[in-house]
C-alpha cells in the first residue's frame, strides 16, 4: 500500500498520468478502429504504410539535425526560442531534401512494394517530413514549459484526426494512399496546437529571433549535429530498418502482420513510456541544475515503476491478443497473433530502457549512446542478413530481430545506469558546472 500511495502522490506521477491520459486515450480510439481498417486495407496495404513510414522516422531524427534536443536546456527562455527557430528553419530544408531523395528511389521501392504509383508520393514525403518535424520540435518547447495538458490533448487530437481521415478515405479505394494521407492529417493537426502556444511565449515575453541569435545557438549547441545526429541515425535505423527489411525479403504482406504487430502491441508501450520519459527529462533537468545526488533516486524508481507496469500491460496483450485477433479481425489476420507473442521480450525492455532513454544525452555522455546504437544496429542487421542466409522463415526471422533488439535496449539500460552512477559520485553543484559549458543532448526514444 505504501508504493501505490506513493505513486499517487508523487509530482512526478501526476504530471505521467496527466500525459498518460491522452496517451491511453488516444491509443484507444487507434485500437478501437482497428478492427475497421483492417477489413478495409488489406495487410499489403499496411506493408507499404509501413515502409513510408519507416521512411519518415529515419529520416526525421535528423530533419533539424538534432538541435531541437537542446531546447529543454538552456536557463533563458529567450535562448530556447531561438533554438526552436533554428529547428524550424532547418526542418523545412532537409524536409524538402527529403522529398527529392524519395522522388530518386522511387523505382527500387516500386519494385520492393510491387506498388507501380510511389512516384507520386513524393510531394506528400515531404509534407510528412514537415508535419513530424515540427510536431517533434514544438513538442520539446512545451515539455519545456511543463505545459503537459496540452500535450495530452494534443496527443488524443492527433488520433483522431488521423484515423477518421483513413476511414473515410478507404472509401475512395486509394489502398495504401489512404492510410498515409491520414497519418499526414493527423501529425499537421498537432502541429497547429503546439504552434500557438509557442508563439504565444514569444508575444509574451517578447522573445523575437534575429539571425544572430539563431547563429550563436547553432555554435554553442554544434555538438548536437556532429555527435548526436549520428547516434539518433542508427537508433532510428535500429527501429525502423527492420520494416523495410521485412518487405523486401517477404513481400509487403508480411510487413503488414508485423506492423499491426508494432502497432497492437508497440504503440501503447511506446507512447505510455514516452509519458513517463517526457516528465522524467523535466525532473531530471531540475535535479542537474539544483542537487545531482536527487537524479540516482529518480532513475531507480521510474526504471521500477516502468517494470511493474510493463508486466501487466504486456502481459494482458500476450494472453488476450491472440485469442481476439481471429474475432476482430478475420482469418487474413491471425498470424499477427503469433507475431505478438514472438515480439513481446523485445517491448518490455525497450519500454523500460525507453522510459530513462534520455540518461545519456543528458548526462552529455553521447559517446556511450554512439557506442550503443553502433552494436545495436550491427546486431539487429545481422540477424535478418542471417536469417536471409539461412532462408529461414519469416517467423523465425522475425525471433532473431526481436532477441537481437532485446539485447540492445538491455545494453542501453545498463550504459544509462553506469552515467547515472558517475553522477551520484558527484558532489552537488560539481556536475552543474560542467553542463553550463558542455552541449548535453537529450537522445530520442527507439
Known amino acids: 500500500m505504501k508504493y501505490f500511495k506513493g505513486l499517487s502522490l508523487s509530482q512526478f506521477m501526476r504530471n505521467v498520468f496527466i500525459l498518460a491520459r491522452g496517451t491511453v486515450f488516444s491509443q ?14 488489406s495487410p499489403s496495404d499496411f506493408g507499404i504504410y509501413s515502409v513510408y513510414v519507416s521512411m519518415i522516422g529515419i529520416v526525421l531524427v535528423v530533419v533539424s539535425l538534432s538541435y531541437e534536443m537542446a531546447i529543454p536546456l538552456p536557463s533563458s527562455d529567450r535562448t530556447a526560442s531561438s533554438i526552436v527557430s533554428l529547428s524550424l528553419c532547418l526542418c523545412v530544408i532537409i524536409s524538402l531534401l ?5 522522388y530518386v528511389l522511387h523505382h527500387q521501392l516500386s519494385t520492393w512494394m510491387d506498388e507501380p504509383d510511389m512516384q507520386s508520393y513524393s510531394i506528400l514525403f515531404t509534407l510528412s517530413l514537415l508535419g513530424a518535424g515540427g510536431h517533434q520540435i514544438l513538442n520539446l518547447w512545451s515539455i ?28 475512395t479505394s486509394m ?35 534575429s539571425w544572430t ?5 547553432a555554435h554553442r549547441y554544434r555538438k548536437f549535429p556532429l555527435l548526436s545526429s549520428w547516434s539518433n541515425v542508427l537508433n532510428s535505423i535500429g527501429l525502423f530498418l527492420p520494416n523495410i527489411i521485412l518487405a523486401a525479403m517477404y513481400g509487403p504482406y508480411v510487413a503488414g502482420l508485423y506492423t499491426m504487430s508494432q502497432r497492437f502491441l508497440g ?11 517526457q516528465v522524467y527529462l523535466s525532473e531530471f533537468a531540475i535535479h542537474l541544475n539544483q542537487d545531482t545526488s536527487k537524479i540516482y533516486p529518480l532513475f531507480k524508481s521510474t526504471v521500477k515503476k516502468t517494470f511493474f507496469i510493463g508486466i501487466l500491460v504486456i502481459g494482458g496483450i500476450v494472453v488476450f491478443a491472440p485469442i481476439l485477433f481471429h474475432f476482430l479481425f478475420g482469418n487474413t489476420w491471425e498470424k499477427t497473433g503469433d507475431f505478438i507473442r514472438i515480439l513481446s521480450i523485445m517491448y518490455l525492455s525497450q519500454f523500460i530502457a525507453n522510459s530513462v532513454g ?14 550503443r546504437e553502433v552494436f545495436r544496429i550491427l546486431i539487429i542487421l545481422g540477424s535478418l542478413l542471417l536469417a536471409r542466409y539461412t532462408k529461414q522463415s519469416a517467423e523465425m526471422a522475425v525471433v532473431f530481430l526481436s532477441a537481437a533488439s532485446t539485447l540492445g535496449y538491455v545494453l542501453h539500460l545498463v ?8 553522477m551520484k559520485r558527484n558532489k552537488k553543484g560539481e556536475y552543474e558546472t560542467g553542463a553550463s559549458t558542455k552541449a548535453g543532448s537529450v537522445i530520442k526514444m527507439g
Do not use: C
Open 28 to 41: 484507444i480510439i487507434i485500437l478501437a478502429t482497428l478492427p475497421v481498417l483492417t477489413r478495409l486495407y
Open 98 to 102: 527529403g522529398g527529392i531523395g524519395f
Open 144 to 171: 519545456r514549459k511543463e505545459y503537459f495538458g496540452p500535450l495530452s490533448r494534443t496527443k488524443y487530437i492527433q488520433s483522431i484526426s488521423q484515423v477518421s481521415s483513413q476511414l473515410l478515405l478507404s472509401l
Open 175 to 209: 489502398g495504401p494512399l489512404g492510410l498515409i494521407i491520414g497519418e499526414l492529417l493527423g501529425r499537421v493537426t498537432g502541429v497547429w496546437s503546439q504552434w500557438r502556444l509557442w508563439r504565444r511565449d514569444v508575444k509574451r515575453e517578447h522573445m523575437y529571433t
Open 213 to 217: 541569435d539563431m547563429k550563436e545557438s
Open 267 to 277: 504503440a501503447p508501450i511506446i507512447l505510455i513510456s514516452l509519458s513517463v520519459n
Open 358 to 371: 534520455s540518461t545519456l544525452g543528458v548526462a552529455e555522455r553521447q559517446d556511450l549512446h554512439l557506442y
Open 415 to 422: 550504459l544509462s545506469w553506469v552515467a547515472v552512477l558517475r
